[in-house]
């Protein structure tokens, strides 16, 4: 048994025995976890991923005249400023306004360029009052001349969590990278054995006030973070699925661009790579024990990201053992398995903050209250009025093709009633194709006369009982304007387009401007 | 070499691929094809003694022939070894060494993109 009191003695007079989270999983293998409770005094952790959930208040100082600062913009990124006069909050995922720079350069970016030191525009509107007359502001800013820049992360650190996968049939472009189709490789996000939360489990020695290394400076766990949960399912201690989270802040004028940027996942928006490393102290065995955790004994769950719910399924159970040999094997095939996360930064951070500990320039913390390690449950946001399911909305009667139909005969359904798209179904109802006018002017050009020559085969659909939501986002996604809804039996029970999804959102607006 | 053979439609179904690699004794590896009722395209690797001369009994015979001269670069100040580009390469060009580092081999490369729109920090450049 050691307290934090004696081994911040020790790392006073340079004694302090320090090793990486990696390398005490081997010294226990090795010594067993008695001899390493005695020896050892301080194991570090380290991570290195993509942390959406983070930002930085900043404090700009008074200008002559003064302004109230209403809208604000760093290099176009607009960081929220609804907090007295000349303090704002830029958020890591905030996109550029410019909608041609969009998602390539956004907060985490903004972030990441005050880091280095770099000169930012900074562009304020304002309403202009008798203490703050000026109603605009045009200048440029650098980190070294702002009051405060605080990082403060609301949600960092997950626990553990889950391994992305997609079973669909196209490319899925996500927070977890990009997830090729029929399950064409997976993606995971953890520095396993040597990620913070696992190598404390029951967090008995994190809270709030713990002292950490951030980004390269020094940086404290203000508590635990948004969307904390503690309910999850454990395997060898360990949550298998995201669980804990943390809150942090540090001081961003001390913060090193080598270990935070700014990043962005295609097709989905900016997000910060944060570095983080969290001593922990090595005050008994169980601690000890836990410390020692092996990638083969942190489990996670492979889900499928093709399903875009709240819920979505677990495919398997693997490790991060079998993670790291770059290959799982998913319904009897095998698949390239890929981090998001940078293991070589979190082996990088681990040991920086080694060195700080062992050369006596970094005391260890007693927190002043532990993360809860049970009563956290994260809840759902119940929307009032449920989405509208697909088979809710209000369809025509659908007018059908059949492949064996002539080209002309199809033409004369399609003027006849005045639609663009015709769907193609067998004779049990089961949708077989779909045709545009566009296709069949088409096939007349060519001097083409069967149907089944022309139609699109691989059709785009709706589900029956899918939230009208998700259709509106695969008719933006794949730039269409209609597509048929079928039910389970692949039957076709009518057609959605474009139109009747913006005139139901049309509709649920208005509607809502008579209710306010 | 790595070069892309493009074909109009009216000579997809001669054997002009097999006659010249039986005439050249070239080594001929498809690495992607797209092939569709407008014609196509191959991107293939080819290589042996008469590679030169294979080449211009292709374009003899109707085949358009564009060598790829891409080189795919990665700039180290901007990576982070994060990986995300790994199971992405269709050619496994690009591999995780013993320290975590990331390597992306030029050599193997077929100039897809795939690494490039998809890296976080756009690191990685594909040049002609
Ligand atoms: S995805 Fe980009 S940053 Fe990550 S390893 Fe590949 S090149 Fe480096
Ligand atoms: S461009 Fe394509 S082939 Fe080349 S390294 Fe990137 S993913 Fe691999």
């Known amino acids: ?516 | 070499m790595k070069a892309w053979l493009k074909f109009s439609p009216d000579i997809t179904n001669k054997s002009i691929i097999s006659d010249t690699i039986k005439s050249y004794d070239i080594d001929f590896n498809i690495l992607r094809a797209n092939i569709t009722p407008k014609g196509g395209k191959l991107l293939v690797e080819i290589s042996g003694n008469q590679v030169d001369e294979s080449i211009g009994y292709m374009e003899s015979q109707g085949i358009s022939v564009d060598p790829i001269k891409k080189v795919v670069r990665k700039e180290e100040e901007k990576c982070v070894d994060c990986g995300a580009c790994v199971s992405l390469c269709p050619v496994k060009a690009i591999s995780v060494s013993d320290d975590w580092t990331i390597l992306v081999d030029d050599q193997l490369c077929i100039g897809c993109a795939f690494c490039t729109s998809s890296c976080p920090m756009k690191a990685i450049k594909i040049t002609e």
């Not at chain 1, 962005?264 to 008994?284: D, E, F, R, S």
């Not at chain 1, 004369?412 to 779909?434: A, F, M, Q, T, Y």
């Open chain 1, 1 to 516: 048994m050691k307290t934090i009191k004696e081994i911040n003695q020790k790392i006073e007079t340079g004694d302090a025995v320090v090793l990486t989270a990696a390398e005490m999983t081997t010294f226990v293998e090795q010594n067993g976890v008695e001899a390493a409770a005695e020896e050892i005094d301080v194991v570090t952790t380290g991570t290195f991923g993509a942390m959406c959930s983070s930002g930085a208040f900043l404090n700009f100082g008074h200008s002559d005249p003064p302004i109230k600062m209403n809208k604000t913009y760093l290099n176009n990124v607009e960081a929220y400023s609804g907090l007295a006069a000349v303090d704002a909050y830029i958020g890591a995922t905030q996109l550029n306004r410019n909608p041609q720079i969009g998602m390539d350069y956004g907060g985490s970016h903004l972030i990441e360029d005050l880091i280095r030191g770099k000169e930012i525009d900074l562009a304020v509107e304002a309403y202009g009052t008798d203490c703050y007359p000026r109603k605009e502001i045009e200048t440029t800013i650098t980190l070294d001349k702002l009051n405060q820049a605080v990082m403060m992360n609301p949600r960092n650190c997950y626990q553990n969590y889950a391994v992305a996968t997609n079973s669909t049939e196209e490319t899925l472009y996500t927070y977890m990278g990009t997830l090729l189709p029929h399950f064409g490789n997976v993606s995971y996000s953890s520095a396993g054995q040597l990620s913070p939360l696992l190598n404390d489990p029951y967090f008995e020695t994190i809270g709030m006030g713990t002292r950490i290394f951030l980004c390269g400076g020094e940086g404290y766990v203000i508590s635990e973070g948004t969307q904390h949960s503690t309910g999850a399912e454990r395997r060898n201690g360990v949550p298998i699925s995201g669980s804990g989270t943390l809150m942090l802040m540090g001081d961003m004028k001390k913060m090193s661009s080598d270990f935070v940027r700014g990043a962005t996942m295609q097709k989905y928006g900016p997000t910060l790579y944060v570095g983080a490393g969290i001593p922990i102290p090595v005050l008994n065995e169980d601690i000890a024990r836990r410390t020692a955790i092996s990638d083969e004994d942190i489990v996670c769950q492979v889900v499928d990201y093709g399903v875009p719910r709240r819920s979505r399924p677990v495919i398997r159970e693997t490790n991060y053992k079998e993670l790291k040999t770059g290959k799982i094997e998913i319904n009897g095939v095998e698949v390239n398995a890929s981090p998001l996360s940078s293991y070589k930064k979190a082996e990088e951070i681990a040991d920086e903050l080694k060195a700080w500990i062992t050369k006596g320039n970094f005391f260890l913390t007693e927190p002043v209250r532990k993360v809860p390690s049970e009563g956290y449950t994260v809840n759902p946001l119940e929307i009032k009025k449920p989405s509208t399911l697909v088979k809710n909305l209000e369809s025509k009667p659908v007018i059908r093709a059949y492949p064996t139909e002539g080209i002309s005969d199809v033409a004369k359904k399609l003027v006849d009633n005045n639609i663009n798209h015709l769907p193609v179904v067998d004779e049990s109802g089961k949708l077989r194709g779909i045709v545009t006018s566009w296709d069949i002017a088409n096939a007349i050009a060519k001097g083409k006369t069967k149907l089944n020559d022309v139609m699109t085969k691989r059709v785009i659909i709706a589900r029956e009982d899918e939230p009208v939501d998700l259709v509106a986002r695969r008719i933006d996604k794949h730039e269409i304007s209609g597509l048929p809804i079928v039910d389970k039996d692949n039957k076709v029970k009518g057609m959605i387009t474009a139109e009747d999804i913006s005139r139901l959102i049309g509709k649920e607006k208005n509607n809502n401007e008579v209710c306010e």
